[in-house]
């Protein structure tokens, strides 16, 4: 069992920056690829981004590619998304997933823990 608990959301201006965190309980952390997904009021949930189990690979929605970027420390069982350059569009709750493989089954289908999510709210 993994529990995933996001931390870093809130409310900012567009163009700026916010860094989510999700930290994983559990000593299997590094057996899985990690990720994140969003959704928004009324939409679906889609996939934002993930990272495979070492941080050697990494996969990016073409909305947030060159604005996001993932990254993982195994030893503090931590992920982390940090987002520049938000819009109003990003605005959504952010779930933290994890999921064997993630970066190539870019879909929730292939999560097997979820975080609890957090909000993130782009103001224009």
């Known amino acids: 069992q993994v529990q995933l608990v996001e931390s870093g959301g809130g409310l900012v201006q567009a163009g700026g920056s916010l860094r989510l965190s999700c930290t994983a309980s559990g000593r299997t952390f590094s057996v899985y690829g990690m990720g994140w997904f969003r959704q928004a009021p009324g939409k679906e949930r889609e996939f934002v981004v993930a990272?495979?189990?070492?941080?050697?690979?990494?996969g990016y929605a073409d909305s947030v590619k060159g604005r996001f970027t993932i990254s993982r420390d195994n030893a503090k069982n931590t992920v982390y998304l940090q987002m520049n350059s938000l819009k109003p569009e990003d605005t959504a709750v952010y779930y933290c997933?994890?999921?064997?493989?993630?970066?190539?089954?870019?879909?929730?289908?292939?999560?097997?823990?979820w975080g609890q999510g957090t909000q993130v709210t782009v103001s224009s």
């Open positions: 997933a994890a999921g064997t493989f993630l970066t190539t089954v870019r879909n929730p289908s292939a999560v097997n823990y």
């Open positions: 990272i495979s189990r070492i941080g050697s690979s990494t």
